[in-house]
C-alpha cells in the first residue's frame, strides 16, 4: 500500500480515539486493515525465542545473528569469539549478554 504525502493532514491533533470516531476523522478501511497487520506482526515478533537479540541498534551481518542466537541459548557460555577484524566481535558479545539477562531469572540480575 502507498500512502501519498499530500493525503496527510498537519494540522489534525487528536489524542484519544473516541475524539476521532465522533469527529468523523476515521481511516479507509484498506489503512485500518495495514495498521492491524503491522501490529499483529510487532506481536508475534515479541514473543520469538530470539527476540533478546533485537534490542540493538546496529546492521548485522548474518553470521552475527547466527553466533549470538546459538550462544545466547547456551546456560553458561563459554566461548571464543575471533574472526577478521571489523566484523562485529563487540555486537556479538553485546547482542549474547543482552539476550543471557532477558533469559535469566529476575533473581539473577
Do not use: N
Amino acid at each position: 500500500m502507498v500512502l501519498r504525502e499530500v493525503l496527510l493532514d498537519s494540522k489534525l491533533v487528536f489524542s484519544k480515539p473516541q475524539d476521532r470516531l465522533f469527529a468523523g476523522q476515521i481511516d479507509r478501511m484498506d489503512r485500518f486493515a495495514l495498521r492491524y497487520r503491522a501490529r499483529k506482526y510487532q506481536s508475534e515478533q515479541y514473543r520469538m525465542p530470539w527476540s533478546g537479540l533485537r534490542g540493538q541498534r546496529t546492521s548485522l551481518i548474518p553470521h552475527q545473528l547466527h553466533i549470538a542466537h546459538d550462544v545466547g541459548r547456551r546456560h553458561a557460555p563459554r566461548v571464543l569469539l575471533a574472526d577478521e577484524v571489523g566484523l562485529g566481535k563487540t555486537i556479538e558479545a553485546g547482542m549474547i549478554l543482552h539476550q543471557q539477562l532477558l533469559a535469566a531469572p529476575p533473581s539473577a540480575c
